[in-house]
């Protein structure tokens, strides 16, 4: 189904769509290159980002159902807060996986979703730092900044979360043309700086129950996600 072609046989061929593979060959579109040619499309539609908004806003839908139903649990705060706290994780693994999927597939049209995801990200931390704050704090202010003052992986989170609010402030095109397209580069590469944040909080919560699997997954993904953009920015650089 995979049939190769030269750029200079596409001109001869206007009937035919290509797709060019990684290895810089073009692909007719036929069988799996129809299917991916098709996936791309659906990218490329404007209906796209919001469709991946609302598909993101489902973990959250079901957890407000489970709060209108009490359904979430003999200890409703501590869900909560490991239900927000997991699914920012997740949203910064997406978020940090655009420029791979971009370099791996040459389609630019994974980056118009990296924007999207990192500010889902923000908003389930938001409501992770929320559930917190409300449920375990009880609005207690002074208890919170003491409880950020005594223990380390409550003052990483804090750390991670003052990072995300400057990059969602700044994550909008007027932000752009005011700081300057270098400094908002400089600034936004603190989301790697979030990610080994994230990762370290996770492992501090979880080292008073010795259970260090799910934390083992989420450095293992973001491991080879920092990994990989050490390794690709040095070899572009070289």
Known sequence: NWRRGTLGQETQNT???WLRCASGLFIRRHGFGEKLLSMRELLRKPAAKGGLVLLSLLPFLGMCWGIYNEQLGPNPAENLIRSTGDWTLRFLCLTLLITPLRVHSNWPEWLRFRR???LLAFFYASLHALSY???????EWDDIVQDILKR???AVGFAAAVLMSLLAATSFNAAVKAMGAQRWRQLHR????????GV????WMRASKK???EVLVYAGILGSLLGWR???????SS
């Open 230 to 236: 050490l390794i690709y920015f040095t070899k572009r």
């Open 200 to 203: 370290l909080h996770f492992f």
């Open 133 to 139: 704050s409300l449920f375990d704090m009880g609005w």
């Open 15 to 17: 009937d035919v769509q």
């Open 116 to 118: 999207s995801l990192g």
């Open 190 to 197: 603190a989301v790697y700086v979030i990610a080994i944040l």
């Open 152 to 154: 380390p992986f409550i």
């Open 211 to 213: 259970n260090f699997n």
